[in-house]
């Protein structure tokens, strides 16, 4: 790097909270996994294998989904399609049904 380039603060204080609080999380979350593994043992290893690998197919087949129409916006939108009004009005209950009990915990 020669003296005419200079480094720039490109950060600003709300990145550096944000980065802050992220790690904060992702520590608790390594601390929570560490739980489970002793008191499961090694075969919750497996355990997140099997369900990383169904999320990472369900974001899959979405993202081809979203690909084939554009007109569609959320994953409500594909289940009023495919599987009908009723459906999506279930779906977009239980969705909401799932967050505010995340919420309460």
Known sequence: MNEEQELQRGLKNRHVQLISIGGAIGTGLFLGSGKSIQLAGPSILLAYLITGCICFFIMRALGELLLSNTNNHSF????AEYLGKKAAFITGWTYWFCWV???MA
């Not at 409500?76 to 289940?79: E, N």
């Open 76 to 79: 409500l939108d594909f289940v």
């Open 101 to 103: 009990s995340i919420a």
